[in-house]
């Protein structure tokens, strides 16, 4: 479970437990605002909405069915922020019409939605106002924890950990049906508050209460690994990443998972997670390019440069089969294939500056330039890219303690699920340096 659907879940509570629509448009209307999807349920609900007869309840669930319709129907990416501006119209003109039951519902209504545009201090602002309203016409003790609960994982978004998990614990005195999900979160807030333990605490108080994982699902497995694993207990780390792999077999758990053992210097497990995906997808270059730069560093490097071949193969023009083939035919005393791979290869985008470097057309420091980028994201992963292949560059020139160094940068800077961040791991190991 994530974030944006933990938030939204708690708008979706109050959803179920509204008011029926009652008006005197036609009945077909009543029900396809109530019912339908689409443009034909928003149709219906604006006919009931420019309806005089109808009350300013009445319109009130429509404006909120109406505006549940744009905020739950996919749209063309044009067309994204204007109905992102109608579902707040919507929902704040049904607290306009009806305030009392905005307490109940539509101030979560709307919450969610500023928290779908990324408006965090207006959803926290919503959140707030149930809070201080707390309402007499419904729980008052579940509506308030609600609120916090939605208000602890905006403040969560907006990197205010510490009154999220003030949020949190307040939800959990409440003690709603949700407790499950509020040690989740507070665990998630702790965990990025980098307090391992405490976050375990919350994660393992959230599997014990949910031992069938009715309610949870891998997520809290990855997040408690994540701590384990943040704490170099792999072996703890690796139970919970199975854990969830069970669950869900494409988790962000097998990134996790293979990271630990990569750690723990376990690279058979990897190879032989390879070999699995390979023996299912017999044409899977990826898991061939992988496995092949793991057969290297247990000591097959003629095993590696046969996977990485098949890889190459497979995809003749991925630059970086080509630049992983060239770094482990190396390896082979194979003469370097870059000068007739770059005739396939696009060689006006990256990484495409990193060939010209193996190629001697380029230096270091012209990469390093070429890498960097207006998207933050992107220029992380270029950069990261730009340390490992420099470091191979100056291994294989020689120059040790360069190449201790960029790798070093890779080990720390690189996504854990970048092929660079394994590989810089394991050349430091393979130079008796500790990552």
Not at 29 to 48: F, L, M, S, W
Not at 150 to 164: E, I
């Amino acid at each position: 479970m994530r974030i944006s659907a933990m938030v939204v879940g708690a708008a979706a509570f109050f959803m179920l437990a509204g008011p029926v629509l009652v008006s005197d448009a036609s009945a077909d209307d009543r029900t396809t605002c109530a019912q339908g999807k689409g443009d034909e349920k928003a149709a219906a609900c604006t006919r009931i909405i420019q309806d005089r007869r109808a009350t300013a309840k009445t319109r009130a669930i429509a404006h909120k069915n109406r505006g549940d319709t744009y905020f739950g129907e996919p749209r063309p990416q044009s067309e994204v922020a204007a109905y992102r501006e109608r579902v707040i119209a919507d929902y704040s003109e049904a607290i306009r019409l009806d305030p009392e039951e905005a307490a109940r519902s539509y101030f979560f209504d709307r919450a969610s939605a500023y928290v779908n545009n990324g408006d965090y201090d207006r959803a926290i602002a919503d959140y707030s106002e149930v809070i201080r309203i707390n309402p007499t016409s419904y729980s008052a003790d579940y509506s308030r924890a609600y609120a916090y609960n939605g208000r602890a994982w905006a403040y969560s978004n907006k990197g205010d950990y510490d009154r999220a998990i003030a949020d949190f614990s307040e939800a959990i005195r409440l003690k709603p049906k949700l407790v499950v999900a509020l040690f989740y979160g507070r665990g998630e807030v702790f965990r990025k508050k980098n307090d391992f333990n405490r976050a375990i605490a919350d994660y393992s108080e959230a599997i014990r209460l949910d031992p069938k994982n009715d309610f949870l699902s891998d997520e809290v497995f990855v997040g408690r690994g994540d701590a384990y694993y943040n704490l170099k207990d792999y072996d703890r780390a690796i139970a919970d990443y199975n854990n969830a792999i069970r669950l869900v077999p494409y988790s962000n758990a097998v990134d996790g998972r293979r990271a630990a053992r990569l750690l723990k210097g376990d690279y058979e497990s990897i190879i032989a997670e390879y070999s699995e995906i390979i023996r299912g997808q017999p044409r899977h270059a990826p898991a061939y390019l992988s496995r092949g730069i793991f057969q290297l560093y247990i000591g097959n490097p003629a095993k590696g440069l046969a996977d990485i071949s098949q890889a190459t193969e497979l995809k003749p023009k991925d630059a970086y089969n080509a630049l992983w083939l060239d770094i482990v035919g190396r390896r082979n005393s194979v003469p370097s294939r870059l000068p007739q791979a770059i005739s396939q290869i696009d060689m006006t985008v990256w990484p495409a500056p990193v060939i010209r470097m193996f190629l001697g057309q380029l230096t270091s420091a012209a990469v390093f330039a070429a890498a960097d980028n207006p998207e933050p994201k992107k220029k992380n992963d270029q950069i990261c890219e730009a340390n490992y292949f420099s470091g191979e560059l100056a291994l294989r020139q020689g120059a040790k303690s360069e190449a201790i160094r960029l790798f070093r940068l890779a080990a720390r800077d690189c996504p854990h699920n970048f092929l660079e961040w394994y590989a810089a791991n394991a050349e430091l190991k393979a130079l008796g340096v500790m990552p």
